[in-house]
């Protein structure tokens, strides 16, 4: 009878063991996640255009052709909206 009550100690030994493993395996990946999950600042600048926020990005080297303005819709919205 000894023996079975200590093959059952080890492998509850075991098994919190690997769930104490698990445990520190799921927080360190988590805790790496959050510190990658900062998204670079978008480029450009916001401007003010008539009392709104408007984020703008000029780029581009040829300062003698007019201006290409292009209007994107952000926020997984579409220009209809």
């Known amino acids: 009878m000894?023996?079975?009550e200590s093959t059952q100690l080890?492998?509850?030994a075991l098994l919190f063991f690997v769930q104490i493993l698990t445990?520190?395996?799921?927080?360190?990946g988590l805790t790496a996640a959050?510190?990658?999950d900062a998204a670079p600042p978008p480029p450009g600048k916001l401007v003010n255009?008539?009392?709104?926020?408007?984020?703008?990005?000029c780029?581009?080297?040829?300062?003698?052709a007019?201006?290409?303005v292009v209007f994107e819709s952000g926020a997984s919205g579409i220009s209809a909206d």
């Not at 445990?23 to 360190?28: C, D, E, P």
């Not at 780029?59 to 003698?64: L, V």
């Open 10 to 12: 080890r492998r509850n």
């Open 34 to 36: 959050a510190a990658t």
């Open 49 to 57: 255009a008539g009392g709104y926020k408007l984020h703008l990005n």
């Open 23 to 28: 445990a520190l395996v799921a927080a360190s």
């Open 59 to 64: 780029t581009g080297d040829n300062k003698n």
């Open 66 to 68: 007019g201006p290409t």
């Open 2 to 4: 000894q023996t079975s």
